[in-house]
């Protein structure tokens, strides 16, 4: 029962690199997510999809874009990489449209930016 | 003005006892959920309790309730008989404009960090 699963874990990139980071649910919902997290900043929403075929921004969108490749699979990419983007990223699905369906969080993606 | 606010950045409470972390929010909605999250020394993002905003009683789960006071806008959490295991940080969230055409996004708090002393 896998849940939520990002790839890779942990990441090391140089300013000006790009990567891809990858995000895949295997419990049929809707809606994906991807935050990250900093320190006493608590979770900040970088992109959503509310359905497969669509995505929006969230707090934070700057730097980054986003693919809903299917139902399943939510990516996200740093076109080039900033120190300022050093942080934890989490992806995280939930059942329905809205209302009381809790977000499922994947483990996170610890990303260094030097 | 932020959606949600946490105003202890750390806790303390002994083993057994009960403590109640405060999360105050702002919305004009009158439709909205409220949800409170745990994150362990692990990393991972723990699902605790969800209120919604015409949820007549208080939610509770096991050890975990909540203390939702909708003319302040406040939904503390609860737990009681504390746990070693219970030391985390903890996190308030909501979700504005419940049903169709809502919106998706899941707001969330700093951050409270509960420290369970022996």
């Known amino acids: 029962n896998a849940g939520v699963t990002q790839t890779p874990k942990f990441q090391v990139l140089k300013t000006g690199q790009s990567m891809t980071l990858q995000c895949a649910q295997d419990m049929n919902h809707n809606s994906m997510y991807w935050y990250r997290q900093d320190p006493g900043m608590g979770l900040r929403l970088i992109y959503y999809?509310?359905?497969?075929?669509?995505?929006d921004k969230g707090e934070v969108p700057n730097g980054y874009n986003v693919s809903r490749l299917n139902k399943r699979e939510f990516s996200l990419r740093l076109e080039s990489a900033a120190p300022s983007q050093t942080s934890v990223y989490f992806c995280?699905?939930?059942?329905?449209?809205?209302?009381?369906?809790?977000?499922?969080f994947g483990n996170g993606t610890r990303l260094t930016v030097t | 003005a932020q959606k949600i606010t946490q105003t202890q950045p750390g806790m303390f409470v002994q083993e057994k006892e009960a403590v109640t972390l405060d999360c105050t929010y702002d919305?004009?909605?009158?439709?909205?959920?409220l949800f409170w999250y745990k994150q362990p020394s692990s990393g991972e993002m723990i699902f605790l309790i969800y209120q919604g905003s015409y949820d007549e009683q208080n939610a509770t789960e096991g050890r975990y309730s909540l203390n939702f006071q909708k003319a302040r806008k406040s939904a503390n959490l609860v737990i009681s008989a504390s746990q070693l295991g219970d030391s985390a940080m903890y996190f308030c969230?909501?979700?504005?404009?419940?049903?169709?055409?809502?919106?998706?996004?899941?707001?969330f708090g700093k951050g409270t960090k509960l420290t369970v002393n022996p």
């Open positions: 969230a909501m979700r504005e404009g419940l049903g169709q055409g809502g919106s998706e996004k899941l707001v």
């Open positions: 919305t004009s909605d009158q439709s909205y959920g």
């Open positions: 999809s509310a359905s497969e075929g669509t995505t």
């Open positions: 995280a699905s939930s059942a329905r449209t809205g209302g009381s369906s809790p977000l499922h």
